[in-house]
């Protein structure tokens, strides 16, 4: 017996919203159930490593007279860097007493620091460089 072709379009359409709805409840899931988590992931991807992990090596030029001048070379360090929106959590109202204790350790920009630490819905603010 051979099958109606509008019966064959109704299972087909039938199947794609199916296949539809499936998309739909595992979207909402990532989006809304789960949003927490993928939110406190993607905050965290911000750290860089510690360590070189490839050597590129020194760039030099050549004066006319034959000495040779670093144009480029690669350093080590770290990235200083705040969440202003835990500094506001944490009820730390003097943002310039965190300067301050910062900045005996690290030299730090103050005008850089403060307009920085004031965007609480940022949650990485570099603030400076530690070189070595």
Known sequence: MR???LTRTRILIFGLFLIAL???GKLFYV???YSARYSERADRQYATPSE???ERGTIFFT???GT???AAMQTSGFKLAIDPGKIVDAGIIDVENIYEKLNAIVPIDKEGFLAKSAK???PYEEVGVIYF
Do not use: E
Request: glycine share 0%; net charge neutral; with cysteine.
């Open 22 to 24: 499936c998309f739909a």
């Open 31 to 33: 989006q809304v159930v």
């Open 52 to 54: 070189n992990i490839f």
């Open 3 to 5: 099958s109606n072709p």
């Open 68 to 70: 040779l001048v670093s």
């Open 63 to 65: 004066r006319k007279d």
């Open 120 to 122: 609480i819905n940022d």
